[in-house]
């Protein structure tokens, strides 16, 4: 089993639908979680932490599921804007934050 | 803000030609890192460096080396470029080695092309 999995899409959703992304994790002590976006061709940007009594910025909610060994994100209303890949990252240990596990993406298209 | 600049967009190489790729952040981060970024292999670790002078090999630093002579600075060597060494490179920086929910931030990548 990959340290950190996503389902790679792509996602096709029409303006204003809601849409949520899974990233599951084998190493049950991991510590700290993230959300990335990266658009095409360009670095990845944060988007937000994932903390575990889940939260909320905007549009955009991000979970954590310790039992199953999952994060989520949720985007509400997508916009065009949206399309991108997404990123989730997982750091295993308490204070290694060099060993971040990375997943490979889950792409997003937002269409008119 | 914090700022991540790499120092050029794009590069294309010679095959055997020493590569130098620089990296320079703004915001007196401990830990700079450098990957490579492939399709269907994500992002892949090369070096890190947790402070000056240290570095610290990542998941595959064969045919690279890096230098960290000053906080904000952050360079890849490519001792001599092949064209498995053509990729996206994208320095990135965060803020202490001890945080660990201190996130990363990315320069904008350095699309080198080796021929």
């Known amino acids: 089993r990959k340290e950190v999995e996503q389902d790679p899409g792509p996602f096709n959703v029409p303006e204003g639908a809601t849409v949520a992304f899974n990233c599951t994790y084998s190493n049950s002590a991991s510590q700290s979680f993230f959300w990335y976006r990266q658009d095409c061709r360009k670095e990845p940007k944060l988007l937000m932490s994932?903390?575990?009594?889940?939260n909320e910025d905007g549009r955009f909610t991000a979970q954590l599921n310790r039992a199953s060994q999952y994060i989520s994100l949720l985007i509400r209303d997508s916009k065009l804007s949206d399309s991108a890949t997404y990123l989730c990252v997982v750091i295993p240990n308490a204070g290694n934050n060099r060993k971040l596990i990375w997943g490979l993406g889950t792409s997003l298209a937002v269409n008119p | 803000d914090v700022k991540v600049t790499q120092s050029s967009r794009y590069l294309v190489k010679r095959t055997g030609e020493k590569v130098f790729l620089e990296c320079v952040q703004d915001m007196d981060h401990e830990n700079m890192f450098w990957y490579r970024q492939d399709p269907g292999l994500g992002l892949r670790l090369i070096y890190f460096?947790?402070?000056?002078?240290?570095?610290e090999k990542g998941d595959i630093p064969e045919g690279y080396s890096v230098s960290r002579e000053k906080k904000e600075r952050f360079s890849l060597i490519l001792e001599s470029a092949s064209t498995n060494q053509t990729s996206m490179y994208l320095c990135?920086?965060?803020?202490?080695?001890?945080?660990?929910?201190?996130?990363?931030?990315f320069g904008n990548g350095t699309r080198l092309t080796v021929t």
């Open positions: 990135a920086s965060s803020y202490n080695r001890n945080n660990y929910n201190s996130p990363l931030h």
């Open positions: 460096s947790y402070d000056v002078k240290m570095k």
């Open positions: 994932v903390y575990s009594s889940g």
